[in-house]
């Protein structure tokens, strides 16, 4: 079965820095895309970076504007985990986060989600 | 790649047929997904590929369209279908999803 273990949230000051993990169980992490998404309290969803898995571009990354340059997504296919660094965070990156898994080496859709961590970004 | 949904909330029964539409500021082909998500809970994938129905999904949720202009179906309500219902299309980054729908009880 497969299993996506998200951690790593916290209350934060602005300006600062968090990083999150997801342990991936039950599939073989290497050969899957990964996706962090993102919902602020009571708004929809958010898609926030991903991560290509093996074959092709593999490794690629992806991110949205909201984000670029202060996050990064990585991977470590030994550990079975992807991380996302969030430099530089502001109020608006206030949101729980979801850590999802695509059904190939390519992002596209998501067809497993872990339960999500909150960050909470304030002074 | 903009993404709308109508309508924002319906309110229906058990045994309803409830429609929902979502569409895209262009088009995304057939790359288009939808998700169910209670509330405190993970989203949960329903549909891919617009009409490709996830394993483990009752046969009662159903998907269509193509382009720019997508609908996904229950056809009998029951009472676990009480969520919020989102799409997102894949056909390019960044991905972007819908604002949602809220199906509640009548």
């Known amino acids: 079965e497969v299993q996506l273990v998200e951690s790593g949230g916290g209350l934060v000051q602005p300006r600062t820095s968090l990083r999150l993990s997801c342990a991936a169980f039950?599939?073989?992490?290497?050969?899957?895309?990964m996706t962090w998404v993102r919902q602020a309290p009571g708004k929809g969803l958010d898609w926030v970076s991903s991560?290509?898995?093996?074959?092709?571009?593999?490794?690629?990354?992806h991110y949205a504007d909201s984000v670029k340059g202060r996050f990064t997504i990585s991977r470590d296919d030994v550990k079975k985990k992807v991380f996302l660094q969030m430099n530089r965070l502001r109020a608006e990156d206030t949101a729980v986060y979801f850590c999802?898994?695509?059904?190939?080496?390519?992002?596209?859709?998501?067809?497993?989600w872990g339960q999500g961590t909150l960050v909470t970004v304030s002074s | 790649i903009q993404m709308t949904q109508s309508p924002s909330s319906v309110s229906a029964s058990v045994g309803d047929k409830v429609t929902i539409t979502c569409r895209a500021s262009?088009?995304?082909?057939?790359?288009l997904a939808w998700f169910q998500q209670k509330p405190g809970k993970a989203p949960k994938s329903l549909i891919f590929a617009a009409s490709s129905l996830e394993t483990g999904v009752p046969s009662r949720f159903s998907g269509s369209g193509s382009g720019t202009h997508f609908t996904l179906t229950i056809s009998s309500l029951q009472p676990e279908d009480f969520a919020t219902f989102f799409c997102q299309q894949y056909d390019s980054f960044p991905f972007t999803f819908g604002p949602g729908t809220r199906v509640d009880m009548k």
């Open positions: 262009q088009d995304i082909t057939s790359s």
């Open positions: 999802a898994k695509s059904p190939g080496y390519r992002t596209t859709y998501f067809d497993s």
């Open positions: 991560i290509s898995g093996n074959g092709g571009n593999s490794g690629s990354t």
């Open positions: 039950g599939f073989n992490f290497d050969d899957y895309a």
